[in-house]
């Protein structure tokens, strides 16, 4: 046992200095390790991650398992690829798992990349378990998988033909053509899987799509930017600390003389400035409970002054709902009709509409409130909305969309 | 004696490791084909439409939000959540332009009265219409302190609701994620270009 070691390790150091004279360095060093399985592995990794990498930018904090899915798998693969290049020995652990990352993304990530990524792994996947040593000089670190074979003499007689100096080349060239026999063998199985599966057209467009779908999503350019994830969550915390929130809780300014008296409303929620505009060609209130003054809280602790209209319903005709800020773009929400029904509660800071009798009104939080009531309909309305709350509110034929 | 036999060729390793990924992949494929396997989604970058016929979902909410196409350029867009939605007759559709001209993928899945079903849904959407209802709805609340699990930024405008209900759905969007995406009679289609949801 011990001279079959020494005989290995002679021929072992004997087969690299041949070859390092006869082949590149490279080339040499991928013949030594599951290149082709590995590289594909790696390959399917960045298609799944540019098959669809969420972004949104600062605004959304990613939570859940989904995001994490979508970064994790792809991850996974690229490590498994580069570890089995890296370390042959552990081939059959890190195919193994990719094959079965690779299966699992089909579920997991946007079905397995749109299958392309799924596929290159699947194959990557096979190469890398499939591959083994070709000569002897791997033996060595071998150890287990010789001491399996030993009991079978004739694979071992092939293993020592084969570590003749002269043999490698000759039984490279079969190697090679099997492979590429192999690796079509694999994407038939696969792309007849997936065909059996009734999905129309992806056995002939699964073979196109690779190079487009990596030439289109692949660009440098495409990689995430990473946007500053502290912003939204230092923002509100800082700005009072800096002195940027203009009116911190205590400074709510005592009522003027003469304008109506605001009181805190205890069971409004925190709402934003500025105002939305919403726009009717008539609104009608039915069951019109109150109008009063209140102040409501905002995200930064300062409170504002607003219009607080309680009714059962409230019909809008040609509602339109106009959200935005001082500056970049604005959500436009058009709807022939919005009923909003039960419990309705309006906060505004202005409202101005014609009387069906054509007289203008106007209801605004620094002048005095008129004098007569609310009549349950007004003509060409148009508020500055703070917030609605109903039990419900319906849109028949609503459009909303981003205007930049 | 035969097992080793296979393992100790390379084609018969490659069968071996290829013939039970093949089954097991045809399995889940005719598993998500109908609905049994959910799916899950996280696609943005390119802007693609979503249509169905009806949408049902619970814990719904609405604000700003930004999504970065391929090149990295910034888009406005509306960040809708619902944290579980059903949508009957639903068409997912996207034109890619590549080197070789047009490529587009249509999705259509949830037909006859089977609908699709998603969890924890997430759209960055530029352009909805259909007919809505909202229950339960607040409208102008802060954006950082929505009724659902994702949230916006503070001081944004954002709406809410329990419920959502919205019939004749049709949205462009620039990103969309699900992690439960349950697809009851998937159908995948490579397209032209030409063929979209509406």
Redesign the interface.
């Known amino acids: 046992m011990k001279m079959k070691e020494l005989a290995t390790d002679v021929g072992n150091r004997l087969n690299h200095a041949t070859r390092g004279i006869r082949e590149s360095g490279f080339a040499a060093w991928a013949r030594r390790r599951p290149f082709v399985g590995g590289l594909l592995t790696v390959l399917s990794g960045f298609e799944l991650f540019f098959?669809?990498?969420?972004?949104?930018?600062?605004?959304?904090?990613q939570?859940?398992?989904?995001?994490f899915?979508?970064t994790v798998i792809p991850i996974a693969m690229v490590l498994l690829g580069l570890l089995a290049v890296l370390m042959p020995v552990h081939r059959i652990f890190y195919?193994?798992l990719s094959?079965v990352v690779?299966?699992y993304s089909?579920?997991?990530?946007?079905?397995g990349g749109?299958f392309v990524g799924?596929l290159l792994g699947?194959v990557g996947?096979?190469?890398t378990?499939?591959?083994?040593p070709k000569k002897t000089d791997t033996l060595a670190t071998e150890s287990t998988s010789t001491a399996?074979?030993a009991a079978?003499p004739p694979?071992l007689a092939q293993r020592a033909a084969s570590a003749e100096p002269a043999a490698p080349k000759k039984s490279a060239k079969p190697?090679r053509t099997?492979?590429r026999?192999?690796v079509l063998?694999?994407l038939c199985?696969?792309l007849?899987?997936?065909g059996?599966?009734?999905?129309?057209?992806?056995a002939p467009?699964a073979l196109?799509?690779p190079?487009?779908?990596l030439?289109?999503?692949c660009?440098p350019?495409?990689?995430?930017?990473p946007t500053d994830p502290l912003?939204?969550i230092l923002?509100?915390i800082l700005d009072p600390l800096l002195g940027g929130g203009d009116g911190g809780p205590g400074s709510i300014v005592a009522p003027l003389p003469a304008l109506p008296i605001f009181v805190p409303d205890p069971n409004a929620?925190?709402?934003?400035?500025p105002?939305?505009q919403l726009g009717g060609s008539s609104i009608s209130f039915s069951g019109l409970k109150s109008v009063s003054f209140v102040t409501i809280p905002?995200?930064?602790g300062s409170q504002v002054q607003v219009i607080k209209l309680e009714a059962d319903d409230i019909v809008i005709d040609d509602f339109l709902l106009d959200?935005r800020r001082a500056t970049?773009?604005s959500?436009v929400t058009n709807s022939a009709r919005m009923e909003l029904k039960g419990n309705v509660v309006v906060?505004v800071d202005s409202l101005t509409a014609t009387l069906l009798d054509g007289t203008g009104i106007s209801l605004l939080t620094n002048t005095p409130p008129p004098s007569t009531e609310l009549p349950p309909q007004l003509l060409r309305v148009n508020l500055g909305?703070?917030?609605?709350?109903?039990?419900?509110?319906?849109?028949?034929?609503?459009?909303?969309?981003?205007h930049? | 004696m035969k097992f080793s036999r296979i393992t100790g060729s390379h084609a018969g390793r490659i069968a071996l490791a290829a013939v039970p990924v093949a089954l097991v992949s045809t399995v889940m494929m005719a598993g998500v084909a109908n609905g049994a396997v959910p799916v899950s989604f996280a696609i943005s970058g390119s802007q693609f439409q979503i249509s169905a016929t009806e949408l049902n979902g619970t814990g719904f909410s609405q604000y700003a939000g930004v999504a970065n196409d391929t090149a990295g350029a910034p888009h406005q867009v509306a960040i809708a959540n619902i944290a579980s939605a059903s949508l009957s007759d639903l068409c997912q559709s996207v034109v890619t332009e590549t080197p070789l001209g047009k490529v587009g993928l249509m999705i259509t899945a949830g037909g006859g009265g089977n609908p699709a079903t998603a969890t924890d849904l997430q759209i960055g959407m530029t352009d909805l219409k259909g007919d809505s209802t909202f229950g339960n709805i607040r409208i102008g609340v802060d954006a950082s302190t929505v009724n659902t699990g994702p949230k916006g930024s503070a001081g944004d405008f954002a709406q809410d609701a329990d419920t959502i209900k919205i019939d004749g759905l049709q949205q462009t969007a620039w990103s969309t994620q699900a992690s439960v995406f349950t697809l009851t009679g998937m159908h995948v289609q490579l397209t032209d270009g030409t063929t979209t949801c509406f």
């Open positions: 098959s669809g990498q969420l972004d949104i930018g600062n605004i959304h904090v939570v859940g398992i989904e995001g899915q979508a195919g193994v094959l690779a299966v089909l579920i997991g990530v946007n079905l749109f799924m699947a996947g096979v190469l378990v499939a591959w083994a399996e074979t079978e694979p190697g099997r492979e026999v192999a063998l694999v199985l696969a007849g899987g997936i059996a599966a009734k999905v129309p057209d992806a467009a196109c799509i190079i487009p779908l030439g289109v999503t660009p350019a495409s990689t995430p930017t912003g939204p923002g509100p929620p925190i709402m934003t400035q105002a939305a905002l995200i930064d959200v970049g773009p959500l906060y909305l703070v917030g609605v709350f109903a039990n419900s509110i319906s849109f028949t034929t609503v459009d909303q969309q981003i930049e």
